[in-house]
Protein backbone atom coordinates (compact mmCIF):
# COMPACT_ATOMS: atom_id res chain seq x y z
CA UNK A 1 0.00 0.00 0.00
CA UNK A 2 1.34 3.50 -0.77
CA UNK A 3 1.36 6.23 1.51
CA UNK A 4 -1.32 8.22 2.23
CA UNK A 5 -2.60 11.20 0.03
CA UNK A 6 -2.34 14.80 0.44
CA UNK A 7 -4.89 15.48 3.23
CA UNK A 8 -5.61 18.62 1.46
CA UNK A 9 -5.74 17.42 -2.42
CA UNK A 10 -8.65 17.08 -3.99
CA UNK A 11 -9.05 13.47 -5.25
CA UNK A 12 -11.95 12.03 -7.15
CA UNK A 13 -12.46 9.06 -9.19
CA UNK A 14 -11.08 7.62 -12.02
CA UNK A 15 -12.22 7.84 -15.32
CA UNK A 16 -11.56 4.34 -16.18
CA UNK A 17 -13.53 2.62 -13.52
CA UNK A 18 -16.94 1.16 -13.93
CA UNK A 19 -19.35 0.60 -11.16
CA UNK A 20 -22.23 -1.65 -10.50
CA UNK A 21 -24.18 -1.73 -6.97
CA UNK A 22 -25.02 -5.02 -5.73
CA UNK A 23 -27.27 -5.32 -2.23
CA UNK A 24 -26.56 -1.81 -1.64
CA UNK A 25 -22.41 -2.48 -2.17
CA UNK A 26 -20.47 -1.10 -4.61
CA UNK A 27 -18.42 -3.22 -7.29
CA UNK A 28 -15.56 -1.65 -9.04
CA UNK A 29 -14.39 -2.93 -12.23
CA UNK A 30 -10.74 -1.57 -13.40
CA UNK A 31 -10.71 -1.36 -17.34
CA UNK A 32 -7.20 -0.51 -17.02
CA UNK A 33 -5.91 -3.35 -14.73
CA UNK A 34 -8.99 -5.86 -15.76
CA UNK A 35 -9.47 -5.86 -11.94
CA UNK A 36 -12.69 -5.98 -9.99
CA UNK A 37 -13.02 -4.73 -6.34
CA UNK A 38 -15.79 -5.28 -4.01
CA UNK A 39 -16.30 -2.56 -1.27
CA UNK A 40 -18.50 -3.17 1.91
CA UNK A 41 -21.36 -0.71 3.07
CA UNK A 42 -19.09 1.87 4.22
CA UNK A 43 -16.55 1.70 1.40
CA UNK A 44 -19.41 2.07 -1.03
CA UNK A 45 -20.90 4.67 1.26
CA UNK A 46 -17.31 6.61 0.79
CA UNK A 47 -17.09 5.72 -3.17
CA UNK A 48 -20.83 7.60 -3.62
CA UNK A 49 -19.62 10.46 -1.51
CA UNK A 50 -16.02 10.88 -3.88
CA UNK A 51 -18.87 11.39 -6.64
CA UNK A 52 -17.98 14.67 -6.46
CA UNK A 53 -14.19 15.70 -6.00
CA UNK A 54 -13.29 15.96 -2.55
CA UNK A 55 -9.83 16.29 -0.02
CA UNK A 56 -9.23 13.49 2.28
CA UNK A 57 -9.35 15.46 4.80
CA UNK A 58 -13.59 16.81 3.99
CA UNK A 59 -13.75 12.72 3.67
CA UNK A 60 -12.17 11.98 7.17
CA UNK A 61 -14.40 15.03 8.61
CA UNK A 62 -17.54 13.52 7.12
CA UNK A 63 -17.09 10.12 8.05
CA UNK A 64 -16.57 11.17 11.58
CA UNK A 65 -19.70 12.73 11.93
CA UNK A 66 -21.72 9.99 9.77
CA UNK A 67 -20.25 6.98 11.92
CA UNK A 68 -20.34 6.53 15.44
CA UNK A 69 -17.09 5.38 16.56
CA UNK A 70 -13.43 6.91 17.70
CA UNK A 71 -12.62 9.59 15.98
CA UNK A 72 -8.77 8.51 15.38
CA UNK A 73 -9.83 5.40 14.75
CA UNK A 74 -12.60 6.74 12.01
CA UNK A 75 -9.57 8.84 10.66
CA UNK A 76 -7.10 6.31 10.02
CA UNK A 77 -9.62 3.86 7.91
CA UNK A 78 -10.36 6.35 5.74
CA UNK A 79 -7.29 7.13 4.79
CA UNK A 80 -5.91 3.32 4.81
CA UNK A 81 -8.88 3.16 2.31
CA UNK A 82 -8.20 6.16 0.31
CA UNK A 83 -4.72 4.82 -0.54
CA UNK A 84 -5.92 1.79 -1.27
CA UNK A 85 -8.36 3.07 -4.12
CA UNK A 86 -5.25 5.07 -4.99
CA UNK A 87 -3.00 2.32 -5.31
CA UNK A 88 -5.30 0.51 -7.23
CA UNK A 89 -5.86 3.17 -9.97
CA UNK A 90 -8.91 3.93 -8.87
CA UNK A 91 -9.12 7.27 -6.73
CA UNK A 92 -6.71 10.22 -8.44
CA UNK A 93 -6.02 13.64 -7.19
CA UNK A 94 -7.94 16.21 -9.38
CA UNK A 95 -5.25 17.80 -11.62
Given at each position: ?????????????ADSVLETEIDGEIVL?????????????IGSDIWRTLQTPITLAQLQDECSQRYSGDP????????RLLS???????????P
Open positions: MSDAPDPQRLLRRMSMDRGTCYGLDRGTIRTDVSELVSEQLVEPV
